[in-house]
């Protein structure tokens, strides 16, 4: 698939993916999305992966005015947006078994600070802000951030981004454990690239099951989750990094992990 709004780039075994809208701030209409889609299946052998917009904003929402406005039917056609383009990935993004790492510069607005935030750890520079400006215009969050929110920074200052409208700064975000990180607007990618690359150093599988079973727990009994806390110890004992760790802990060495 030839990409047009985004931009993919392997650095080492990180797969490096840029939002390509500068001009509009990383706005995304559905074709933006259904472009991360298809890089995220198609990994390459990437062992972690890194999403960053161009330019001074990482996204500032979602663009459906052109379908929006070509359609008899506004509100069916958001909806469609929705469903076939943005929420799909999302999902892809929460199930991918390699880590993510989200990179945010400037406004995560709308469906890209849902975007932002279903990464494993969300890197900001110090010109960083999230915003869910629904409520602003009489519409409600999506992109999963009813879900996603509540479970980040809890009810009430959940209830505080949707309902009041206001924008998020990148220091208050951290203190309230939104994000991993801030850092100077011009350490930005390095910052975000080393942690991706670092997680990309480490086993993989075993990674990989880590997200997926928090999300699964996040959902689930107790009695569930401790089975499928087994059922993933098992796969994990299985890889060769598994081996390799407990020969590197014997050893007294640090163990070198190839993702498999």
Same mark, same amino acid.
């Not at 079973?213 to 107790?222: D, I, K, Y």
């Given at each position: 698939m030839a990409y047009e709004m985004i /931009? +993919? *780039? $392997?650095?080492?075994?990180? /797969?490096? &993916?840029?939002?390509? $809208?500068?001009? $509009?701030?990383?706005?995304?209409?559905?074709?933006?999305?259904? *472009? &991360? $889609?298809?890089?995220?299946? +198609?990994?390459?052998? @990437?062992r972690a992966v890194l999403i960053q917009g161009a330019g001074r904003a990482f996204c500032s929402g979602a663009d459906v005015s052109g379908q929006v406005l070509a359609s008899a039917d506004p509100a069916a056609a958001t909806s469609s947006a929705l469903t076939d383009h943005y929420h799909p990935t999302v999902l892809a993004v929460s199930r991918l078994g390699v880590p993510v790492v989200s990179a945010v510069r400037g406004p995560a607005a709308g469906i890209g600070c849902s975007l932002a935030l279903a990464a494993d750890f969300c890197v900001t520079s110090d010109t960083a802000y999230f915003l869910q400006a629904f409520v602003n215009i009489g519409l409600v969050p999506d992109g999963g951030a009813t879900w996603l929110l509540p479970r980040l920074v809890g009810r009430s200052r959940a209830l505080e981004m949707m309902m009041l409208g206001e924008k998020l700064p990148a220091l208050k975000a951290r203190d309230w454990g939104l994000v991993h990180s801030v850092v100077s607007d011009e350490q930005l990618e390095h910052e975000a690239l080393a942690l991706a690359t670092r997680l990309a150093a480490g086993p993989t599988a075993a990674l990989g099951l880590i997200r997926q079973?928090?999300? *699964?727990? /996040?959902? @689930?009994? /107790?009695e569930q989750t401790l089975a499928m806390e087994a059922d993933n110890q098992r796969a994990a004992f299985a890889t060769a990094d598994a081996k390799e760790g407990g020969m590197a802990f014997l050893q007294k060495r640090k163990p070198s992990f190839t993702g498999k």
């Open positions: /931009l +993919t *780039e $392997r650095t080492g075994d990180v /797969l490096v &993916i840029t939002l390509n $809208r500068p001009d $509009r701030l990383n706005a995304a209409p559905p074709a933006m999305f259904d *472009e &991360i $889609r298809d890089a995220l299946a +198609t990994l390459d052998g @990437a079973g928090m999300a *699964e727990a /996040l959902e @689930a009994t /107790l």
